[in-house]
């Protein structure tokens, strides 16, 4: 990844690290990455966008950011409330967000839960979290709580070379191209004795013990009250809930891709910059 102002944050509760792109005098923007991605995700993305300074932040448990506390977790919350603490460290009393995926939903949330911080949201093939009927929630909690358990004896994946980290990458439940999963392996690979493996926290494999109802969930989406663009890879994860996000007060764009597009290759890169640009100079 090239050269770009890193930042770094220690709040008393966790250590933030990320970097900016864009004018230092242009409109304030965080971005929120995927799941088990980092920062490197929107490494393609970020020398494209146009009149916006954005911290690229590693969220809690990825790339060069800290883990969360021992006994403590990754609930969506969580994740808003770093996001807020970053934004009072700089001084930004209103911003915007870019999110892809998990951090698309958390993007989301926040914006509907504080209204007067976020004057416009622009999410990438993310926008709900998983949702299940409350009838499945007494499995689902024993589960996650059984996992809790086992983690302990867990072994963490260890790579005699850094390619083959960078190869199982792309065999992740979320694809990723080789290229892209290059990128993603600046900020989430580290050294160990006898090779490598990846930065992100064990925990966040676990099962989250509890899920929103669909109702609830979509709650949010609909509570969100600034600009808001949503872009939909053709091949993403959300082409199949088209109907029932049709509704929404989001400006929709569907462009040709997989679920990382905007870090898939440069033209991936290239359309989602296009389109955000676009967003950004009409709001």
Not at 18 to 40: E, I, K, M, Q, T
Not at 76 to 84: G, H, K, P, R
Not at 133 to 159: C, D, I, N, V
Request: net charge negative.
């Amino acid at each position: 990844m090239a050269e770009l102002e890193p930042f770094h944050l220690s709040l008393p509760h966790i250590e933030l690290a990320g970097y900016f792109s864009g004018p230092v005098g242009g409109r304030p923007a965080l971005s929120l990455h995927g799941w088990l991605d980092n920062a490197g995700s929107f490494s393609r993305l970020a020398p494209r966008l146009e009149g916006v300074r954005v911290l690229h932040l590693d969220m809690a448990g990825h790339g060069l950011s800290g883990h969360r506390a021992a006994g403590a977790d990754y609930p969506l919350w969580a994740y808003a409330e770093d996001v807020l603490h970053v934004a009072e460290h700089l001084g930004w009393a209103r911003f915007g967000l870019l999110g892809h995926s998990l951090g698309a939903i958390v993007a989301v949330q926040l914006a509907a839960a504080c209204p007067q911080r976020i004057e416009r949201l622009a999410l990438i093939d993310g926008l709900l979290p998983h949702t299940e009927a409350a009838s499945e929630g007494p499995a689902r909690l024993g589960q996650a709580l059984a996992e809790r358990l086992a983690l302990a004896s867990k072994r963490r994946p260890l790579y005699a070379e850094r390619e083959q980290a960078i190869a199982a990458r792309l065999r992740g439940r979320l694809a990723v191209t080789e290229s892209g999963s290059a990128l993603l392996a600046e900020r989430g690979l580290q050294a160990v004795p006898g090779g490598f493996t990846w930065r992100t926290d064990s925990r966040l494999m676990l099962s989250s013990p509890v899920r929103l109802s669909f109702e609830h969930a979509v709650a949010y989406a609909r509570a969100v009250q600034c600009p808001a663009l949503l872009i939909l890879a053709d091949k993403g994860v959300l082409m199949a809930h088209r109907e029932a996000i049709g509704g929404l007060a989001m400006e929709q764009v569907v462009l040709p891709g997989g679920h990382h597009l905007h870090l898939d290759d440069e033209a991936g890169a290239t359309l989602v910059a296009d389109c955000i640009n676009r967003f950004h100079a009409a709001t």
